[in-house]
């Protein structure tokens, strides 16, 4: 067993949300915190935007421990938003931007949001127009209030659902005499749903305490620092962008420089004119610049520090990006939105071996360990599940005890349902995904929860969704569907009726129509036989 390493600068008392801005403000007031092409914020002008939307989700009736839900990309009104909510108490959903109008309703309705803020549209998305349809349907009984962080606001009359742009929303906030409420280290933080073997997401609860202490140990691993200037091309809507992306530069003084979408000659120009030095994101990334034919035409010579992971990390990429680029510091972690997005790390010391063929091992103070099926601990060198325990852990799933306590044991072991080896200095490699998951471009993507929603096609009796390696996303997901009988299946009309229901990282990139699904004598389908097809 590896003991858990012990972190001499764990978090520090400054354990809140508010807490880490109103520190910023102090500290780094004239840094500039936010940089996008028309917006350029110092850390002070940043909490003071913030501090008038958090009077204002008060004066919108916003209590301590209400929910309010961000459906919107990386914009600077995502960040003021956010903080806004936390300052007045509230717990934030991030809401996933690929999202359609049923997967966006069904969240909002099980977290209990009263306040939803979204941009009017988004890559086609049109956010705003779904939320007045569910709202004329009667489907958005627990929201109070709809706030159009960016583009035109509806008119719409005859129904309990207020529509409210940003710039009305917050100067109802102010009149500086209106106090915010005071936010325990323990209070939700935020709840952000992330989906499981069943199909149907979960809401991950985390606390302030624990998400402040988890990215202070991040940023002292990663080694993020003042005067940093760090391009978030991780959405926020994800622990990745979200809290190793806002709240790490805000503890540490980072400047934020958000990309809503990632496109390479868009995130090549960002780099050279704002002198970026911090470039997080999946692999996909960082292949896209190395091998993008206008790289060289770019100055680039800012890059300083990667942090990778969620996917299979090329070792070579590892090599090609401090012999091309000029990295000085490219690490690689695992974790999951269970453990307050991570777990392991790689450290700056380690080999480019080290880094691209294992995600590194535990950070400070929390312990991992490998168990085989009856919950004992395996040898190094063993496979078996990856098990974790420590302040990173969820509180639980919102509203589902059950699910809770079949993830965390009594002992408090976080089960990830990743499969891993861990060698003698406790790094641990990902072997196999116990519980089916596909990560498409660095989303998550899970066969059960899009099986479901291929079921509801009536020319589909069965269908069964596995991942396959692609050159570009990593893993992209195939279906394999047995029609009804007398139905037809057509594979690109069942992939353009998956894009009108599903976010596009979910849609099949392929669609195989076939006799039957290989099954064992217990009717599981065997779907190691559909990856073995080849197709």
């Known amino acids: 067993m590896i003991e858990p390493s012990k972190g001499s600068e764990r978090a520090s008392s400054i ?75 509230a717990v934030v959903v ?10 966006a309703v069904d969240i909002v309705a099980r977290s209990g949001a009263r306040v939803v803020c979204c ?25 109070e209030r709809i706030v159009v962080l960016q583009g035109p606001t509806p008119a719409v009359a005859e ?17 500086p005499s209106v106090p915010l409420p005071d936010v325990g280290e323990e209070d939700l933080s935020d709840i952000i749903y992330t989906s499981g073997t069943t199909g149907r997401p979960k809401g991950v609860m985390a606390t302030h305490a624990q998400t402040i202490e988890v990215f202070t140990v991040w940023s002292d691993i990663v080694g993020l620092r003042h005067g940093d200037r760090y391009l978030i091309v991780n959405p926020f809507f994800h622990t990745f962008g979200y809290k190793a992306g806002i709240l790490a530069c805000t503890i540490r003084g980072a400047t934020m420089v958000p990309e809503p979408i990632f496109d390479v000659p868009t995130v090549l120009r960002r780099v050279a004119e704002e002198a ?10 960082f292949l896209s610049i190395l091998d993008h034919p206008d790289r060289d035409s770019f100055d680039l010579s800012s890059l300083r520090l990667a942090v990778t992971g969620a996917a299979v990390v090329p070792v070579e990429m590892i090599k090609r990006m401090r012999s091309e680029l000029t990295f000085a510091t490219i690490l690689t972690a695992y974790g999951l939105t269970e453990s307050t997005g991570t777990v392991t790390m790689c450290r700056a010391e380690d080999s480019a ?16 360990r490998i168990f085989d099926d009856a919950d004992q601990e395996l040898p190094t060198g063993e ?28 002992d408090g072991w976080l089960h990830t349902g990743d499969i891993g080896v861990m060698d003698a200095d406790g790094n641990v490699t990902i072997t196999d995904r116990k519980k089916d998951m596909m990560i498409v471009g660095g989303f998550n993507a899970y066969p059960a929860e899009i099986e479901n929603t291929l079921h509801e096609h009536e020319a589909i009796a069965q269908c069964a969704v596995v991942g396959m390696a692609d050159d570009r ?24 009726w998956c894009r009108e229901r599903m976010a596009n990282y979910k849609v099949p990139r392929a669609v195989h129509v076939v006799d039957a699904l290989p099954m064992n004598a217990s009717g599981k389908v065997l779907k190691f036989e559909l990856r073995a097809t080849g197709h």
């Open 15 to 89: 354990r809140t949300t508010p807490a880490i801005l109103q520190h910023a403000a102090r500290e780094f007031a004239d840094t500039e915190a936010v940089v996008t092409e028309s917006v350029r914020w110092t850390f002070a002008e940043l909490e003071a935007r913030c501090a008038q939307a958090g009077r204002a989700f008060v004066r919108a009736g916003v209590a301590p421990g209400d929910r309010v839900a961000i459906w919107a990309p990386n914009v600077p009104e995502w960040i003021v938003a956010q903080f806004g909510a936390h300052l007045a108490g």
């Open 94 to 103: 991030p809401m996933n931007t690929r999202f359609k109008r049923d997967e």
């Open 119 to 143: 941009v009017h549209d988004f890559v086609g998305n049109e956010y705003v127009d779904s939320l007045v349809e569910a709202a004329d349907a009667g489907d958005l009984s627990g929201v």
């Open 159 to 175: 129904t309990n659902v207020r529509f409210e742009s940003w710039a009305d929303f917050l100067a109802s906030g102010d009149d």
């Open 276 to 285: 970026i030095s911090a470039l997080p994101g999946p692999p996909t990334l």
């Open 353 to 368: 071996e080290t880094i691209s063929r294992t995600s590194g091992r535990a950070i400070p103070d929390v312990e991992v």
């Open 383 to 410: 496979s078996g599940e990856i098990v974790v325990r420590g302040y990173n852990v969820m509180h639980g799933y919102l509203d589902d005890p059950a699910a809770t306590s079949e993830a965390i044991d009594a």
């Open 473 to 496: 996303l990593g893993e992209v997901g195939h279906a394999f569907i047995v029609p009804r009988s007398g139905a037809t299946v057509d594979a690109d009309e069942v992939i353009s």
